[in-house]
Structure formats: C-alpha cells, structure tokens
C-alpha cells in the first residue's frame, strides 16, 4: 500500500514538471514573437530640400507630430523577423498644412519600408521622409 502512494506520488511530480516546462516553453516563445514584430515607437528622418538639413524624429505610434509644414502620424510599426537582413515597415499617414484649399488630403498615407524607400515614393517639393527604426 505505501508503494503504491509512492508511485503515484512520483507520477504526479513528472506530471507537474512537464507541465511547468511547456507554460514556460509557451510563454518564452510568446514574448519573444511580440518583440520582434511590434513597436511602440517609430524613428523618421525628414530631410529638409531647402536647407540640406536632416532631422529625425520620433513617434509614439497613434499621436500627431508638427513638423514645421507637416503634419505626420504613425499609425504601425513592425520589425520583421529575419535576423540575417532586418526589415522595417510602417505605416504614415502625412499632410502638408501650407496647403489650405482641401484638409482633408495627405500628401502621403501608406507604408514605408527601411531598406527601399523607392517601392512607395514620398513626393513632396521640400521634405523627404525615411523610415530609421521601430521599436
């Protein structure tokens, strides 16, 4: 009879170790996906065409940031998870407020990516925007 308690008891340690190890498997593969694809803040280097000054700026994703003429927001960020070639992705929404007849118009609203910035031109006629970091 005490064998028997022995068993079980032994039975119901192994079972307690493997469950602890697969919630913490589970939970250490989790927080690892969410920092490598969100952020919370988005870095952007406006050069200013005028003057040959670069600036970089940086946004709390869903805030609104003056930029002398502009107006830009980051809406998302993501680090791609690649480690060999890191991409950077996010999506801008900018307006240009010397601009008085149509407000309701951006200058650019879409996303931008930190290796090509050609796939998805910023045309304005004095600032360009790139895109730096995500974090």
Known sequence: ?????????????INLFFFSFIVYFVLINSAV???????????????DKISSKNTLVRLKNGELL??????IKSL????????DNPEI???IQVKDLTDTNND????FNGW??????????FDHPVYDVWLVNCY
């Open 112 to 121: 931008i990516f930190s290796s090509s910035p050609s796939i998805t031109p």
């Open 33 to 47: 996906s969410q920092n490598n694809s969100e952020g919370f803040f988005t870095d952007l280097k406006i050069l």
């Open 1 to 13: 009879m005490v064998l028997k308690k022995n068993i079980l008891a032994g039975i119901n340690k």
């Open 104 to 107: 309701e118009v951006f200058v």
């Open 66 to 71: 003056t930029f002398k003429d502009l107006s």
């Open 76 to 83: 998302k960020c993501k680090n791609s998870e690649f480690d």
């Open 89 to 91: 992705t996010a999506y």
